[in-house]
């Protein structure tokens, strides 16, 4: 399977994966895909530096990328610190009241329960300098088009930006704020996800603008793949499915929690980054929809406020309280392949699925 | 575009169709698809005889199906005016207090509000009865599979049987219970539905069933249709494209409501039946969602509660107060075309898919 897409980036299948793990980035690179490298969670801008650097020493010279959060509306500024002090003493109250009852432990003494700074403008910027020093071949952003003054900068350095959005407008902004890829992130799609359906929302963004489009939300299988592209993407867009490969090796209760779920077991809620993101439904997330539950705050607060319970949680190891983004494709995701195995099964299964189009006709 | 699926159900194209209309319906079934008509609107067992002999007039002898709404297990039965004692009078109050407030008029004076009785077994069955005693090609039931000695009736007429699933493990229960074909409705169609969308549900339930899968929901070109079968479905299933077709005259504000929506204009809530159901997002819709709004009940006494308004909201000829179920796709519902014609680009439109997908390999 080639698309245009693949020429434009380099690529020889138009698969994109989005993935918090170097290893899987670079796996999906040397796959013939893209790995796009999840930037939130590198609060030092050194450490993303390490990260690339390896990067670049095992992606065999294939094109690589990566992914930032930045709203284009500035936030809230300040050290985590600070922002602290917005966060109101129920809202703790009730975080900490619930990992009492999931009977999740503390950290261990002495252990940082520091946020994920990632949301912050601040660093979101330290992440593209750092980025820019690599040869990344695409920054993508998961909040929406980035300020102009970034957009430009990475252009001069001859990289393109890709821009999520769940709604033909947000596509058409992002393509008149000089984006030149657009994810369209179905309702189905883990983390941050708006209302509209993958298969409404592909051939609407097609449509309304007029650069390549990314299918994102229920891609797991060469059969979706293969409806991705009939309903007119240049390619797909997937994040969920690689949380389940081999090489995906951060953290096995999340894994355990993953294989298990069908596509009944997620939500669609505000708890993780105080925008609508879906993530596996667990006793975690179940906790927020009780009676004494808070309202979750608005960004970053939110994220900042749960932070050191996300830690404290996937220190436990529990799988029943895992706090995870993941669409619904976690029903498909059943066994841990490595990613040169799942490369090769969507690139064969895409296949069969055209074949078997063709003689319908 | 030929599947297994025509030859099963003597139709030249796997595209069923259904509608309200009698007239949609005939339509759909002459273009070469299969008209499904919805029964649930007819009170009077005699009304609907009268419809059916009217299709059988204007089919050309081309194959139709029925559309029974009949839960599994049998509800709370009686009359209109035995359930109304069961509807709390703080739901009456918030109903006419809301029409007031939308600039809703009464009906005339004389003409009944009678609520729709289709949601009731009784009337449920006695649709069954009229409807095989016509050349019918399908009975689909909305709410799962019909009660055993229902299907074995339909059999032995040598019908078959259709029931619609939002999940995996329903159509798995179907097909137990004797249904020949799975409807597999996604988040984003109209009326009733689950939470999983269409492209993460059609190939669990392909997966699950060894028979024919229907893909519904998100349906309104023929790139959809070709996404729906690269996904594994034998056919598809499109209620919501025919509400702006030429042949759907039942009532133009609700016509101009659906021209002017976007996708984003839907919305899934209980208000229409006690169950969730997507319904256009209107002022009508909105009112459900202030403070001052009671819960849903439950079926059958919802629809019930909402019936005299549904009959108020249609006579007063407002678009912005309409009460319509309505699928995500409505956003490229845009221009009122005749059903020949919409049949016609769905299949230019999936040949066009499948070349281009083709090109790809």
Known sequence: MRTSLCDELGIEHPVLGFTPSEHVAAAISRAGGMGVLGCVRYNDAADLDRALTWMDENTDGKPYGVDIVMPAKVPAEGTSFDLDKLIPEGHKDFVQRTLLKLGVPPLPDGESGEGVLGWLHSVARSHVDVALEHPIRLIANALGSPPDDVIKRVHDHGVPVAALAGKAEHARRHVANGVDLVVAQGYEAGGHTGEIATMVLVPEIVDAVDVPVLAAGGIGSGRQMAAALALGASGVWMGSYWLTTAE??????????????????????????????????????????????????????????????????????????????????????NEVRPVADVMATLLREFDEAVERLDKLR
């Open 248 to 333: 995906y090796t951060q953290n096995d209760a999340t894994q355990q929690a993953l294989l298990a779920a069908g596509s009944s077991d997620t939500v669609r809620t505000r708890i993780y980054t105080g925008k609508p993101a879906r993530l596996l439904k667990t006793r975690w997330t179940e906790a927020w929809s009780s009676d004494d539950a808070p309202d979750p705050l608005p960004m970053p607060l939110q994220n900042l406020l749960v932070s050191e319970a996300h830690q404290r949680i996937a220190r436990s190891g529990d799988p029943a309280v895992v706090s995870m983004p993941v669409g619904q494709i976690v029903g498909r995701m």
